[in-house]
């Protein structure tokens, strides 16, 4: 069975630190990967995804990730925080032979930026 | 553009009861709504999936006649909660997703606002 793995449960970091959240899935076949936000009392909204193509991908508000297939993993970057950033990120796998579209997410990282 | 709306957003009711939350997609067409539960600091639990005209696909070990979903239209599905119970309270988040295009199954999933659902 498919399943998301995020290594970092809390992070703290104070701005313009470096970010990188850690993001492994399990599935042998071809996988879209996402990475989505919560801000405090919002919905959850896509960051960025992965498809197919470069592994670098970039998305809103700065955030990167690479996916690294020989490793299964997804990682998040952003270069430098701001206090703005704080929030609940969740990477989430959908397996490429879902035709449904079902995800399934880890189990989240809060993130703290200190101002 | 690709907004979901929920509702409610948050609901206390007594033990017994049924509680129906409504999951719309508002500028957009949905044949596929997903339906998700979150505990306290813990991650989005796919509970099932909405189909648009038919019956819903429920993950393994979500009881269907404990969660009715009804998918009537392509802009709104209900999650019914019947006679909940202390342990059915939780967050329940709805996702939405555009039908636009062959490969549909690749758009990404638009997040509704969340419904708290608190059983006394």
């Known amino acids: 069975a498919q399943s998301v793995s995020q290594h970092n449960h809390h992070v703290i970091l104070s701005e313009a630190a470096s970010l990188e959240l850690g993001c492994n899935y399990s599935?042998?076949?071809?996988?879209?990967l996402f990475w989505y936000v919560q801000y405090p009392g919002q919905h959850l909204q896509l960051l960025l995804k992965?498809?197919?193509?470069?592994?670098l991908v970039k998305g809103i508000k700065g955030f990167e990730a690479e996916f690294i297939k020989s490793k299964f993993s997804f990682n998040l970057r952003k270069p430098s925080v701001q206090w703005s950033d704080t929030a609940e990120y969740f990477c989430?796998?959908?397996?490429?032979?879902?035709?449904?579209?079902?995800?399934?997410f880890g189990q989240g990282t809060t993130l703290q930026v200190k101002p | 553009g690709a907004v979901v709306s929920q509702h409610p957003s948050w609901v206390i009711c007594k033990s017994g009861t049924s509680v129906k939350i409504e999951c719309r997609s508002l500028?957009?067409?949905?044949?596929?709504m997903f339906w998700y539960r979150q505990f306290p600091k813990q991650s989005l639990m796919l509970m099932a999936t909405?189909?648009?005209?038919?019956?819903?696909?429920?993950e393994q070990g979500v009881e269907k006649d404990k969660f009715l979903i009804n998918h009537a239209s392509l802009t709104l599905s209900t999650l019914t909660v019947t006679s909940a119970h202390p342990e059915d309270s939780s967050f329940y988040i709805c996702?939405?997703?555009?039908?636009?295009?062959?490969?549909?199954?690749?758009?990404?999933?638009?997040f509704g606002d969340g419904t708290r659902l608190s059983i006394l």
């Open positions: 996702s939405a997703r555009a039908e636009t295009g062959p490969a549909y199954s690749n758009q990404p999933q638009h």
């Open positions: 599935y042998g076949g071809t996988v879209n």
């Open positions: 992965y498809f197919s193509g470069d592994p």
């Open positions: 989430a796998v959908k397996g490429g032979s879902s035709n449904t579209g079902k995800l399934i």
């Open positions: 500028d957009f067409q949905a044949t596929t």
């Open positions: 909405s189909n648009e005209g038919s019956k819903a696909t429920y």
